[in-house]
């Protein structure tokens, strides 16, 4: 499982549902929520009150870099339009998409903790 820690969970799920994640409405009003992704790996976030509920000594990280996540899209043009609707949606975009010299499309945009979600294709 890959766990975030967010800060507001209905901001972070609006946001994962944008990237294709199956996460029910009624989700963004829970403490601990959990998605499956293919291959049996899933993901959950936590909100910092539930992570401090059993660990009062943690404190939100300062920085960047903390984690990122990265997304396989389908094509090229489909990097630039998750990448598009994603800043016109209003989350910031930190790399706008590009032709890697390792062979793909890829961008970067942020989630609403500012952690960095990398979006890719075979160029």
Known sequence: MIGLVVSDMAA?????????????????????????????????????????????????????GRCELAFLCDSPAEVDAVYAELTEAGYPGHLKPWDAFWGQRYAVVLDPDGGGVSLFAAA
């Open 12 to 64: 972070s799920l609006a946001f994962y549902r944008r990237l294709g994640l199956d996460i029910p409405a009624e989700a963004d009003a829970q403490p601990h929520v959990e998605a499956a992704l293919p291959g049996g790996l899933r993901i959950a976030w936590d909100t910092e009150e539930t992570v401090r509920s059993f660990d009062p000594s943690w404190t939100r990280p300062s920085g960047g």
